[in-house]
């Protein structure tokens, strides 16, 4: 157990629906990071945030958004779903805001959109 | 930007047969750099690092050199075994970005 949960850890759900994907942080870790994971694009970055605030924006999608909760979980919202979403979604901590040692990573949430 | 090439898999080994997996990048200043392995079914653990030019990081049998001259940071293992096989990441930390990802190598090793 590496002290990152995702929830949950597998989704089926159809096109143009919406879904919610929760990480709970390593405990005393500030920093959650959203990546995608797909068979053809490897693991590609999508949102940051430190404390509650949004810090770094990648390839993210305007029909995803995220935000980090007071207790530091954060939540991320995929909607009007394309069969393309399918994908691996991983979330990843850190203690500070920028960590050149590395980060924890949770199990992740395959998501499956048919 | 900031970029990680590895090379592009499948490799298939025998048991206890060297492995070699290359990796290099593109980076302003001087990044950290790290390995993850992802088994399958699981998340990314992070396999070893190195924050300095020269310095080798090491795990598991697992060893990689922080090359800045080359801007590579190869991984290496002696003698592999069936439970090696996974997927295998490179990634660098510049500081201008979270940590930025090579696509993976998958390593597949038979017995």
């Known amino acids: 157990d590496s002290g990152v949960t995702q929830t949950p850890k597998h989704l089926i759900t159809a096109t143009g629906q919406r879904v919610t994907l929760r990480c709970s942080p390593r405990?005393?870790?500030?920093?959650v990071y959203w990546y995608q994971q797909s068979l053809d694009q490897g693991l590609q970055f999508l949102i940051h945030?430190?404390?509650?605030?949004?810090?770094a924006k990648g390839n993210i999608l305007e029909r995803f958004s995220a935000q980090q909760f007071p207790d530091l979980h954060s939540e991320l919202n995929l909607s009007s779903l394309e069969l393309g979403d399918s994908a691996l979604y991983f979330c990843?901590?850190?203690?500070?805001?920028?960590?050149?040692?590395?980060?924890?990573f949770g199990s992740g949430t395959r998501l499956t959109v048919v | 930007g900031d970029s990680v090439t590895q090379m592009e898999g499948p490799v298939t080994l025998s048991e206890e047969a060297f492995l070699t997996i290359n990796c290099t990048y593109t980076?302003?200043?001087?990044?950290?750099l790290f390995w993850y392995v992802q088994y399958p079914g699981e998340g990314l653990q992070l396999l070893l690092k190195?924050?300095?030019?020269?310095d080798k990081g090491s795990n598991k049998g697992f060893e990689a050199t922080y090359r800045k001259e080359t801007t590579s940071f190869h991984l290496e293992k002696g003698s592999v075994q069936v439970s090696d096989s996974a997927v295998y990441f490179c990634?660098?930390?510049?500081?201008?970005?979270?940590?930025?990802f090579g696509k993976g190598t998958r390593l597949s090793v038979i017995a």
């Open positions: 990843a901590s850190s203690v500070d805001a920028g960590s050149p040692y590395g980060y924890t």
């Open positions: 405990s005393g870790d500030l920093s």
């Open positions: 945030y430190y404390n509650g605030e949004e810090r």
């Open positions: 980076a302003t200043g001087y990044p950290s």
């Open positions: 190195a924050t300095k030019a020269d």
């Open positions: 990634a660098l930390y510049s500081g201008n970005t979270p940590l930025v």
